[in-house]
C-alpha cells in the first residue's frame, strides 16, 4: 500500500512570515502545483476562504489542470455560505478539465467577518454541529447531482438532434434541514463517478463530519486543536474510526496525518531559519511543526506509517525553500525506503488512492 504524499499550498509559505511573492499570478500557482507533481505527489491541496484576498482556489486548480498530468487536484470548498449545485459543477467541471483528478477539500466557517460579506446569517450563533450538519448536506446533495446523470446519458447524435437521453436524467428530489434541491445537474457525471472529497478534522465533531461525508480526511498529531492537544498518529488515526463506528460506516475513509515542515541540510539550519521568521511574525498552527532534515522527515513519516496512517499532508512553511526540499530531497528518501511511489501508476486521484470508479445510485431507476 502506498504511504501518499500530498502538499497543502497556502499563498507563499504557511509561515506569517514568509517573503511575499505573485499570489495574484496564476503562474505563481502552477508553478508550485507542477513542483509537487515532479516529486509524485498524490494530490495537492489549494487554501481558501472569503475573508482572505487572493484567487479562487477552484479556478486556480482549473487553470493548473491542463498543464498538469496525474497530481490530483483538491481546491477547498466553504460549504456554510455556498450553493451546493454551483459548487457540484464546479467540481465536476475541474474533474472534466483534468480527466479524473477533481477533488475538494470542505470546511465550515463560523467568521462573522466572512458572514458580513453576505449578509444572509451570523453562523458565530450556530454550534458547530448545525454547520457541520449542513456540510454533511452539502456534500450529499453534491453526490447525488454527480450521479443525476447516468454514464452514458450523452447521446450527442447530430442526425437526431439528440444531446442526451432523459431517460438516463435523475431528479434527486433531496430535501433536508438546510437545502431543497431537485436537480439533476447540468453538468454530466464527472470521469471519476464522485470526486474525492476530504476534510481536516482535529477530534470530536469534527471527526463526526469526515466520517459521514468524507473519501479522506487529514488530521493533525501531536498538534493542537481548538480543543486542545491532537495526540500521536495512533490517537488520531482512533478517533477517525471510533467516529466512522459511531456512524455505523463500514469502510473507513484513508487518513493523513498533517505536518508544517522547515528542511534543510541540517536541523540546526532549519531551526535557526523558524526562529527568524517567528522574530517577525510567530507561527500558530493546528498541526505540529517539524523542522530537520529530510532524512529525518523519513524517519518520522515511517512512524506514522507504522501506526496506520495512509499518508502524510506536508505544509511548507516558505514554499520556495520548502516546496523543493520536500519534491527532491524528501521524496526520493521515502521512495528509497519504499514507502511512496517510484512513478504515478493510475491517471485519476481515485486511482491514485487505490479507489474504484462507484456505481450511479440511479442507473436503471426509471
Known amino acids: 500500500m502506498t504511504f501518499h504524499l500530498a502538499v497543502a499550498l497556502n499563498d507563499t509559505g504557511w509561515h506569517p512570515a514568509a517573503p511575499p511573492g505573485d499570489v495574484l499570478e496564476p503562474d505563481f500557482w502552477v508553478s508550485q502545483i507542477q513542483e509537487a507533481e515532479r516529486g509524485l505527489a498524490t494530490l495537492v491541496t489549494l487554501e481558501d476562504g472569503f475573508a482572505r484576498?487572493?484567487?479562487?482556489?477552484?479556478?486556480?486548480?482549473?487553470?493548473?489542470?491542463?498543464?498538469?498530468?496525474?497530481?490530483?487536484?483538491?481546491?477547498?470548498?466553504?460549504?456554510?455560505?455556498?450553493?451546493?449545485?454551483?459548487?457540484?459543477?464546479?467540481?465536476?467541471?475541474?474533474?472534466w478539465v483534468t480527466a479524473g483528478r477533481a477533488g475538494e477539500r470542505i470546511k465550515v466557517s463560523a467568521d462573522p467577518a466572512e458572514a458580513a460579506l453576505f449578509g444572509r446569517r451570523d453562523p458565530s450563533s450556530e454550534s458547530r454541529e448545525t454547520l457541520f450538519d449542513e456540510a454533511v448536506d452539502?456534500?450529499?446533495?453534491q453526490r447525488r447531482l454527480w450521479d443525476s446523470w447516468e454514464d452514458d446519458a450523452e447521446i450527442r447524435d447530430a442526425a437526431t438532434n439528440r444531446f442526451v437521453d432523459r431517460e438516463k436524467l435523475h431528479y434527486i428530489d433531496f430535501v433536508g434541514s438546510h437545502f431543497a434541491v431537485r436537480g439533476p445537474s447540468i453538468t454530466p457525471r464527472p470521469p471519476q463517478g464522485q470526486p474525492i472529497v476530504t476534510a481536516l478534522a482535529h477530534v470530536d465533531t469534527a471527526y463526526r463530519l469526515a466520517a459521514r461525508c468524507a473519501d479522506l480526511v487529514f488530521t493533525t498529531p501531536d498538534g493542537v486543536g481548538r480543543d486542545g492537544p491532537t495526540g500521536d498518529a495512533a490517537t488520531t488515526l482512533r478517533g477517525v474510526r471510533s467516529a466512522e463506528a459511531e456512524v455505523g460506516r463500514d469502510q473507513g475513509a484513508q487518513v493523513l496525518g498533517d505536518l508544517i515542515v522547515f528542511l534543510d541540510d541540517d536541523a540546526?539550519?532549519?531551526?535557526?531559519?523558524?526562529?527568524?521568521?517567528d522574530g517577525e511574525r510567530t507561527l500558530r498552527s493546528d498541526a505540529d511543526v517539524f523542522a530537520g532534515t529530510a532524512?529525518?522527515?523519513?524517519?518520522?513519516?515511517?512512524?506514522?506509517?507504522?501506526?496506520?496512517?495512509?499518508?502524510?499532508?506536508?505544509?511548507p512553511a516558505v514554499a520556495d525553500h520548502d516546496l523543493p526540499r520536500i519534491t527532491r530531497d524528501l521524496a526520493p528518501e521515502l521512495a528509497r525506503r519504499g514507502l511512496t511511489r517510484t512513478a504515478y501508476e493510475a491517471d485519476t486521484l481515485r486511482g491514485l488512492l487505490g479507489l474504484a470508479k462507484p456505481a450511479d445510485r440511479y442507473a436503471g431507476v426509471q
Open 295 to 315: 532524512e529525518q522527515l523519513a524517519t518520522k513519516l515511517e512512524g506514522w506509517a507504522a501506526a496506520g496512517l495512509d499518508g502524510a499532508r506536508l505544509r
Open 53 to 95: 484576498p487572493g484567487l479562487d482556489s477552484v479556478l486556480i486548480a482549473l487553470r493548473a489542470g491542463p498543464v498538469t498530468s496525474h497530481v490530483g487536484l483538491v481546491p477547498t470548498v466553504v460549504a456554510t455560505h455556498t450553493e451546493p449545485f454551483h459548487v457540484s459543477t464546479q467540481i465536476a467541471t475541474l474533474d
Open 268 to 277: 540546526t539550519a532549519a531551526s535557526t531559519r523558524w526562529t527568524r521568521l
Open 138 to 141: 452539502h456534500v450529499e446533495v
